[in-house]
């Protein structure tokens, strides 16, 4: 994670314990794993697919860095200009996912899952009504000549699961309010508002919204640290649902499309905490 809002995102205080509610690539956890060697992890997602991949990382790393690197192998004989023919062999691989997943050892699907993320359009998770609500993300520019995938840094995400994580859920956002403790700091970062991410098949609406700022000031009264990052969009949505909480606004750059185009965005990141930078700003006013 690229400390996009500094010292802003860590309370000014000791816990032991960092809940990470929607998960998804691990960026935060991470970030915050490389630098608070003392602290114990619970993540979540509510996307089953993914959770299945990092149990099975956990568990079966060397079946699981295995099976990727045949697909990437495999991958690389096709020449880097033949782009019909790599995807041809990626949508393969999609559509094998999507249509015979219950006949494949679990470790194996999760490796296809994670080779296509590797080489998908974008980054992105997308559905669609062929592929019954699993991921079926088109491939992506599949121009790389040499070898891609970091195995080692799986095998370094399988041992801090095993070693730092406490546990792995795989369920709705509000669930992860039973950790909520004076020692922990949950963190939010949802599908922002405004924005086409998909959660479930109904998206991420207001309504989701708002339970969230219910369960982070659920949160606050048991005194653990809570913190959200989301999106301004001029309505006065923060103020009125979490106006009890300091909501810091940052000027962010969003690209659209391959790149071509950026769209200038308010991001917010609501916290009912004080901060170092807040010790430190108190220096100078």
Request: proline share 3%.
């Amino acid at each position: 994670m690229k400390d996009k809002y500094g010292l802003a995102f860590w309370p000014n205080k000791e816990f032991n314990l960092f809940v990470d509610a929607f998960y998804g690539s691990g960026a935060v956890t991470h970030w915050v794993a490389d630098r608070y060697p003392n602290v114990e992890f619970v993540i979540n997602d509510y996307n089953k697919e993914l959770i299945t991949l990092y149990k099975n990382l956990r568990d079966e790393p060397e079946w699981f860095c295995n099976r990727v690197w045949e697909l990437e192998k495999d991958y690389l004989t096709i020449p880097s200009d033949d782009y019909e023919s790599r995807a041809a062999y990626y949508t393969s691989l999609k559509m094998s996912y999507i249509n015979d997943y219950q006949d494949m050892k679990s470790t194996d699907e999760s490796a296809m899952l994670y080779f296509m993320m590797k080489t998908n359009f974008n980054g992105w998770w997308k559905t669609y009504n062929y592929s019954n609500g699993r991921y079926a993300t088109p491939p992506g520019t599949v121009s790389h000549r040499d070898l891609f995938i970091d195995y080692q840094l799986l095998r370094e995400t399988s041992e801090f699961f095993k070693e730092r994580v406490r546990c792995i859920m795989n369920d709705d956002f509000a669930a992860v309010g039973l950790k909520a403790n004076s020692k922990a700091y949950l963190y939010f970062d949802p599908p922002y508002r405004d924005s086409t991410t998909e959660y479930t098949t109904d998206g991420f609406a207001d309504v989701d919204q708002v339970r969230l700022c219910e369960l982070m000031k659920h949160c606050d009264q048991l005194g653990a640290s809570v913190s959200m990052s989301n999106k301004e969009v001029g309505d006065g949505f923060w103020q009125q649902h979490l106006n009890d909480m300091e909501i810091l606004e940052y000027d962010a750059q969003y690209t659209a499309g391959r790149g071509t185009t950026t769209n200038n965005v308010v991001e917010v990141l609501i916290r009912n905490f004080k901060s170092e930078q807040s010790a430190l700003e108190a220096l100078f006013n």
